[in-house]
Antibody, heavy 120, light 108 residues
Framework: QVQLVESGGGLVKPGGSLRLSCAASGFTFSDYYMSWIRQAPGKGLEWVSYISSSGSTIYYADSVKGRFTISRDNAKNSLYLQMNSLRAEDTAVYYC?????????????WGQGTLVTVSS | SYVLTQPPSVSVAPGKTARITCGGNNIGSKSVHWYQQKPGQAPVLVIYYDSDRPSGIPERFSGSNSGNTATLTISRVEAGDEADYYCQVWDSSSDRVVFGGGTKLTVL
């Protein structure tokens, strides 16, 4: 069965850095585009970044562009999000999500999320 | 940037029909996807391409999309349908995924 397991979240000071990882299993990881989506406490969903199956195409939300970097290692079935210059408003649960092949633009599986807290 | 507007809340009695709207400029020209999120859980895709259901999603869930409004319809609402619902599109003009603000469905 499809599994996405995020890790790397935690408490970090403003201006600090953090690297999130997402371990994928149960499907051919290299066939799927992937996304990071976040949710601030008590708030709605916010898309963060997208990476194509090969890693050649990448998009970012304006709120994180220039500070966050998405990447993947298809040999390790892993997705990453390098987060630099973190701000209080980056505090959220970060979800790793698989892009749907059947429905372009949709995400059909989500991990359980990892909490990132930016606070001094 | 493209904006999707949802009502913050919708209430419905058990057994009745709930309709959750998602407004956007000419949204009928885009493919709309809907997610259900229960407290403490990750979102689940319930409708894709406006009206298609993933396997395992009950037929009570349906969707439509025309003009400036997309609608998620839940028939014969059950207590277990109580959740937050989000609409989502891909905005090709900006290469961005856009989510609506979410609608809290309360089953009375």
């Amino acid at each position: 069965q499809v599994q996405l397991v995020e890790s790397g979240g935690g408490l970090v000071k403003p201006g600090g850095s953090l690297r999130l990882s997402c371990a994928a299993s149960g499907f051919t990881f290299s066939d799927y585009y992937m996304s990071w989506i976040r949710q601030a406490p008590g708030k709605g969903l916010e898309w963060v970044s997208y990476i194509s199956s090969s890693g050649s195409t990448i998009y970012y939300a304006d709120s994180v562009k220039g500070r966050f970097t998405i990447s993947r290692d298809n040999a390790k079935n892993s997705l990453y999000l390098q987060m630099n210059s973190l701000r209080a408003e980056d505090t959220a649960v970060y979800y790793c999500a698989r892009g749907s092949i059947a429905a372009a633009g949709a995400t059909d599986y989500w991990g359980q999320g990892t909490l990132v807290t930016v606070s001094s | 940037s493209y904006v999707l507007t949802q009502p913050p809340s919708v209430s419905v009695a058990p057994g009745k029909t709930a309709r959750i709207t998602c407004g956007g400029n000419n949204i009928g020209s885009k493919s709309v996807h809907w997610y259900q999120q229960k407290p403490g859980q990750a979102p689940v895709l319930v409708i894709y391409y406006d009206s298609d259901r993933p396997s395992g999603i009950p037929e009570r869930f349906s969707g439509s999309n025309s003009g400036n409004t997309a609608t998620l319809t839940i028939s014969r609402v059950e207590a277990g349908d109580e959740a937050d619902y989000y609409c989502q599109v891909w905005d090709s003009s900006s290469d961005r995924v856009v989510f609506g603000g979410g609608t809290k469905l309360t089953v009375l």
